[in-house]
């Protein structure tokens, strides 16, 4: 069965800090590779993305992942974070065939002080 | 405007009844998600359905049923045997290949 592991449960950053949440996950087979991003009062949004191709992802709002194929990593990365990056950050996992499940972190909440 | 909707935002319910929670897609995706968020806990698969008039239990689907009648829609019943559902409810579509996308979600509150 697939499982995904994020290590921190709460990140607290001053604004312009540089942000890392890692992600790992098991599985033995392809994946495809996301991470979610839930802001306060608000729906789950697609961050970014990985199926196949570039391991450095790019996605909205300024972030970033890399896929580590070698250490089943997909870590999120952003250089410098906003006070509106203040939300909850899911890393998830389905297998590359056809419609089936995301499996997810347990996210990561991140706070970011002015 | 496309999109999934999920009806309604909040809902109480008493001990001891069912209660099913909407959800509608017209995004015309193939595949209709149901997952429960709690605190600490991630999302966690409750049902999922493939194609119409055919689904498939996840990860805790016990004291919870699906029908998927329709393309659009995939309705979630919170039956009387589910031991702890105050919850945050997510519905959630997609189209291989494809990201999920995630309806507002319905937060569902036992009295």
């Known amino acids: 069965a697939q499982s995904v592991s994020q290590h921190n449960h709460h990140v607290i950053l001053s604004e312009a800090a540089s942000l890392e949440l890692g992600c790992n996950y098991s599985?033995?087979?392809?994946?495809?590779l996301f991470w979610y991003v839930q802001y306060p009062g608000q729906h789950l949004q697609l961050l970014l993305k990985y199926f196949s191709g570039d391991p450095l992802v790019k996605g909205i709002k300024g972030f970033e992942a890399e896929f580590i194929k070698s250490k089943f990593s997909f870590n999120l990365r952003k250089p410098s974070v906003q006070w509106s990056d203040t939300a909850e950050y899911f890393c998830a996992v389905n297998a590359d065939s056809g419609n089936t499940p995301l499996v997810f972190g347990k996210g990561t909440r991140l706070s970011v002080i002015a | 405007d496309g999109g999934i909707t999920q009806s309604p935002k909040y809902l109480f319910r008493k001990e001891g009844q069912n209660v099913t929670l909407s959800c509608e897609q017209n995004?015309?995706?193939?595949?209709m998600y149901w997952y429960r968020q709690d605190p600490g806990q991630g999302l966690r698969l409750i049902y999922y359905s493939q194609i119409v008039n055919d689904f498939q239990k996840g990860d805790i689907a016990e004291g919870y049923s699906v029908s998927r009648e329709k393309k659009e829609s995939f309705p979630l019943t919170v039956t009387s045997a589910q031991k702890n559902p105050t919850a945050f409810y997510l519905c959630a579509s997609s189209k291989t290949p494809s990201a999920q996308y995630f309806g507002p979600g319905t937060r569902l509150t036992v009295l």
């Open positions: 599985y033995g087979g392809t994946v495809n």
């Open positions: 995004l015309n995706h193939d595949a």
